[in-house]
């Protein structure tokens, strides 16, 4: 069970404030601050009242004892580069957990009832191929490429969220929350690379809840590779890899040159020296980067957070400041994640 300092703590980073800075803002020593956020004392209501209005969550929110699903402070799967700085890694980590709590905070109130489940194996027992393939099952996904790939995984209950990450080094974070995850995509990515990002975290999800091991990222992108293309669907078309045929195979799948190059070599159709090639190729034409074909691909818009706030609303009948209250904001000013764009009628 996280304490105030906890809350306190993730809420600042999230806001992109410094211990000084928000001391600062609460006219307070940082040492004060220090305090609050590592529980060896517990603000007056006055000074919570001012968090709250600072920070942009409610009081109830800054003082709930949430109970998720592995520690608040538990590292994120994140799929980042390594020239990652720690300072914006822990800023989208920051920003995650500030998701993680109001996903919990507004599920303990107002259970939601997915078609799916997110189910999680156990990756000593259960290779990843074989866990998404247990998971398209499970699901009832249709046999071939996945169509709106964002869609199904929010059948399951999980809150997909893009944000622009202020970084192209991360491609997306995700942990549990408390019955359901949350994924944190960046906003800036092509198409294509948002739907691997996606599978990528959900087999994190689903493979490692529980389990760390230095294969982690090798295992998620085999879960990833198996979900998106079924071995035995795709492997027939895995011959001549060419790049106008990738390119043709990019548009079937939605997935870029470079998955579909990655998935044929691990299962053998392609040769090392032929990958050699095949990059050495895409470097020259400053494809490695930036593969044609991205337009061609759907962009998929995650609605599950916003619908669940429409339907409050519309079956409800809360409005959009007791809606934003249950997400654990003050009021629905600065809302976008639960609540649909506000619109007005116009006197003509």
């Not at 809150?159 to 949350?182: H, K």
């Not at 389990?211 to 079924?230: H, R």
């Not at 470079?258 to 998935?263: D, G, N, V, Y």
Request: aromatic share 6%; glycine share 4%; net charge neutral.
């Amino acid at each position: 069970m996280s304490q105030i300092g906890d809350v306190i703590l993730t809420a600042r980073r999230a806001a992109g404030l410094t211990q000084e800075e928000l001391a600062d803002k609460l006219g307070i020593t940082q040492a004060a601050l220090s305090r609050y956020e590592n529980d060896l004392r517990e603000p007056d209501d006055a000074t919570v009242e001012r968090m709250s209005e600072i920070l942009d969550v409610s009081p109830d929110f800054l003082t709930h004892p949430f109970q998720l699903r592995g520690a608040l402070a538990a590292d994120a799967h994140m799929r980042r580069q390594k020239t990652t700085k720690v300072s914006e890694w822990k800023s989208a980590e920051s920003k995650l957990n500030l998701y993680r709590m109001r996903s919990a905070f507004l599920t303990r109130r107002i259970p939601i009832s997915p078609a799916n489940h997110m189910p999680t194996f156990d990756p000593d027992e259960t290779a990843p191929a074989d866990a998404a393939r247990m998971v398209r099952a499970q699901w009832r996904m249709p046999i071939g490429p996945v169509r709106n790939l964002t869609r199904w995984i929010e059948s399951a209950g999980v809150i997909v969220i893009e944000e622009r990450l202020g970084t192209r080094r991360i491609d997306g974070l995700s942990q549990w929350a408390s019955e359901y995850p949350v994924v944190l995509l960046n906003a800036d990515l092509p198409a294509d690379r948002k739907r691997w990002t996606l599978a990528h975290e959900v087999g994190h999800l689903v493979l490692h809840s529980s389990y760390v091991d230095p294969d982690v990222e090798t295992q998620a992108n085999e879960f990833a590779a198996e979900l998106l293309m079924p071995c035995h669907v795709i492997e027939s078309d895995l011959h001549d890899l060419t790049p106008s045929r990738l390119l043709a195979l990019k548009k079937v799948w939605g997935v870029s040159m470079q998955a579909i190059f990655e998935h044929a070599y691990r299962l053998g159709k392609a040769s090392a020296a032929e990958r050699t090639k095949f990059y050495r190729t895409m470097n020259a034409r400053g494809w490695r980067r930036h593969e044609p074909g991205a337009d061609v691909i759907a962009d998929e818009r995650p609605e599950l957070a916003q619908t669940i706030g429409q339907t409050l609303m519309t079956r409800g009948g809360l409005s959009r400041d007791e809606v934003a209250r249950l997400t654990g904001r003050r009021n629905a000013a600065n809302e976008e994640l639960f609540l649909p764009p506000e619109t007005r009628l116009r006197v003509l």
